[in-house]
Each structure stands twice: as structure tokens, then as C-alpha cells.
């Protein structure tokens, strides 16, 4: 006698097939296989996300140590400075919540994984939303030196930089509230679902819900919420930091040429060697963070707004975890660029290290 087993698998059309036992004992242990191997492939991607995240908390302490050493006499220091705590900031939460995602942790601690899930998630977005919002403003501001190098100090004041800085800092925090109270009416809504059965003329039993008007409101604050304050506002500020490096790219290569060229007129250059290093400095952190943060939006776009799914199944499960992995390196990789191209950055890094390493200072002349 043949046994046989019926399968309902509702995410292939909800389709019905039947097996013989050892065909089905031959497909579950291939398809556990599988599972096994997505799940090491889900740890490693877990495990050097928290590698790339405690290193980009460790840089971005270095770059805010700096910066806060040096001063804030120019706007550009406290721009960086800026970045530099909000990259701290959504680094931590970013491998906070990929150490809670490691099989092992998870296991242990699967109470908070709807929670990590709920709060941890949105309000990562919405911090990152605010570095975005930083980088735009360090952008255009570079722009307006160059465009209009005699009113830039009147249009980007020290005054006016905190503004746009605090600005975005408040609307981070004002976004975070809503997304916790988003969260705690759909939590409250859950609590209030009745379930009840039924059973028609046939004999047959029905499960039903009610009261569930106020988790659908919940499930509509977190949807909106999350397009309006971060996924939107995350494509607009895309945009302007992709065409504000094109145009400071364009500038740069322009002022660069003038240089050689008027190099025998003294005074002729108005753009000094130390501005042109600031704008390269600037177009390498916007062409970091453009190239890092594609592959994140274009994730969100797809999945989010358009709701369309090309993807092949197998990479469903690990595509989140990988433009996650890319988009850590967009907050770890600045430090390099300060150190490569901002020779007073480089200097006051030397100071601090030396004084706080060997005790002495490496501007000692001999």
C-alpha cells in the first residue's frame, strides 16, 4: 500500500498536489536543504553587516573627535560634524537590528523581533533620511561658493547652516513620534480583535474576525507614514545630491583648468587650492553615497511604491540583506576621504593620534 501525501502551497497559486511518501521525504529534505543554506547565507550577511556598522561607529567617532578638535570656523566643518552623528546614529541602529537578525539571536530573543521589526526598521529609515537631507545641504552649499563665491558667505551663514541642520534634526524626531504612535494603535488594535467561528447548513465551520477597524488605521498610519516621511523625501534628496555632483564635478574640472592656466598671474585664482579640496572631498562622499544608496532605492521602488516583483524567488530572501550590506559602507567610508584629501583634517587626526597614543604631538618641530 502506497501512502500518500497532499501538499497545499499557497504561494505558488494556491495549487494542490499529491505525492507518494518517499517522493515526498526526498522533496522536504531538499527543501530543507535549501532553507539551511539561505539561512548560513542570511548569517553571513548579518554577521558583516555588524562587522561594516561597528566599524562605521568607530570611524565616525574618529570624524566627529576631529572636526569638534578643529573647530566650526568654517560651515563645512560643521556640516561634516553633522554627518558624522547622524552616520553614528544609523549605524547603530542598523547593526543592532542585524545582530538581533542572526538565526541564533533571533532564536533566543524572538519576542523582539516584531518589535526590531516595527520601531527599529522605520526609525533607521528615518535617520538615514536626515544623513540624506545633511549630504544635500553640504552639496549645494559647495554649489553656491562656487556659483556665487561673493554672496555665499550672506546665502550659507554659520546661522543658516544650524538651521537646515536643526530643521532636518526635528524632522527626524517628529517622524520618529509618529512612527511610534503608528506603531502602538496598531498594537492596540490587535488587542482588540474578537475571533468567532461559525458553522452554516452544510456542517461546515467559519472562522471570522471583528473589531478591526482600528488595526487597519494602524496598518495605514505605518504604510503612508513611511512613504511620505522617508521613502519620498529619500527619492527627492537622491536626486538633488545626483545632480548637485554632476554640477560640482563640471565645476571642478573647470576650476582645476583655470588653475593651470593662470598659474603665472598671482591673485588671478579665485578659488583657492583649500576650497578645491573641500569640493573634491564632497564629490567623493556624494559619489559614495549615490553609488551605495542606489541598489537601496531602487529596492524600495520596486517593492514598496510600484509593488512589482522581477526578481527571481531565490534572491527574494537575501536582497533586502544585501542592499543592506552596501548601503553600511555609504556611513564607514568617509573617514578615508577626509584623511586622503582634507590635509588639515589629516593634521589634527596626527595630533589627537599621536597625543593620545605616544604622548606627544606630531606638529613638534625639531
Not at 552649499?141 to 550672506?154: S, T
Not at 559602507?329 to 596626527?350: G, M, P
Request: aromatic share 14%; hydrophobic share 50%; glycine share 4%.
Amino acid at each position: 500500500m502506497v501512502r500518500i501525501v497532499h501538499l497545499f502551497i499557497p504561494r505558488e497559486n494556491s495549487t494542490l498536489f499529491s505525492l507518494p511518501m518517499d517522493q515526498f521525504l526526498a522533496w522536504f529534505t531538499e527543501y530543507m536543504n535549501y532553507v539551511n543554506h539561505l539561512i548560513f547565507i542570511r548569517n553571513v550577511f548579518a554577521l558583516l553587516c555588524i562587522a561594516v556598522c561597528a566599524f562605521s561607529v568607530l570611524s565616525n567617532l574618529i570624524v566627529v573627535t576631529v572636526f569638534l578638535k578643529d573647530g566650526f570656523k568654517a560651515t563645512t566643518n560643521i556640516s561634516f560634524f553633522a554627518l558624522g552623528v547622524s552616520d553614528i546614529l544609523v549605524s547603530i541602529v542598523w547593526g543592532v537590528y542585524h545582530f538581533q537578525n542572526h538565526s541564533v539571536i533571533s532564536d533566543l530573543t524572538a519576542s523582539i523581533g516584531k518589535y526590531m521589526e516595527s520601531h527599529v526598521t522605520p526609525a533607521a529609515e528615518v535617520l538615514s533620511t536626515v544623513g540624506s537631507w545633511i549630504t544635500v545641504v553640504i552639496t549645494w552649499e559647495r554649489l553656491c561658493c562656487i556659483a556665487f563665491p561673493l554672496k555665499v558667505k550672506r546665502i550659507f551663514s554659520k546661522k543658516m547652516v544650524l538651521g537646515l541642520l536643526i530643521g532636518g534634526a526635528v524632522y527626524g524626531l517628529l517622524a520618529l513620534i509618529y512612527i511610534f504612535i503608528a506603531n502602538y494603535v496598531r498594537e492596540v488594535g490587535i488587542s482588540q480583535l474578537v475571533y468567532g467561528s461559525f458553522n452554516d447548513s452544510r456542517g461546515f465551520e467559519y472562522n471570522y474576525i471583528t473589531n478591526v477597524d482600528t488595526l487597519l488605521l494602524g496598518r495605514a498610519m505605518k504604510l503612508y507614514g513611511s512613504i511620505v516621511l522617508s521613502y519620498i523625501p529619500n527619492f527627492i534628496f537622491y536626486g538633488l545630491i545626483f545632480v548637485g555632483t554632476i554640477l560640482l564635478i563640471a565645476a571642478f574640472i573647470r576650476s582645476v583648468y583655470l588653475k593651470k592656466t593662470l598659474t603665472e598671474k598671482k591673485g588671478s585664482m579665485k578659488m583657492s587650492t583649500k576650497e578645491l579640496k573641500i569640493i573634491q572631498s564632497v564629490i567623493l562622499i556624494c559619489i559614495i553615497y549615490i553609488s551605495t544608496c542606489a541598489p537601496k532605492n531602487a529596492y524600495k521602488l520596486q517593492d514598496n511604491l510600484l509593488q512589482v516583483n522581477w526578481m527571481p524567488s531565490i534572491f527574494i530572501f537575501l536582497r533586502e540583506d544585501a542592499v543592506d550590506l552596501i548601503q553600511a559602507f555609504n556611513h564607514a567610508l568617509n573617514l578615508f576621504v577626509y584623511l586622503a584629501v582634507n590635509s588639515n583634517f589629516r593634521e589634527q587626526f596626527k595630533h589627537i593620534f599621536c597625543v593620545c597614543c605616544f604622548g606627544t604631538s606630531s606638529n613638534k618641530k625639531k
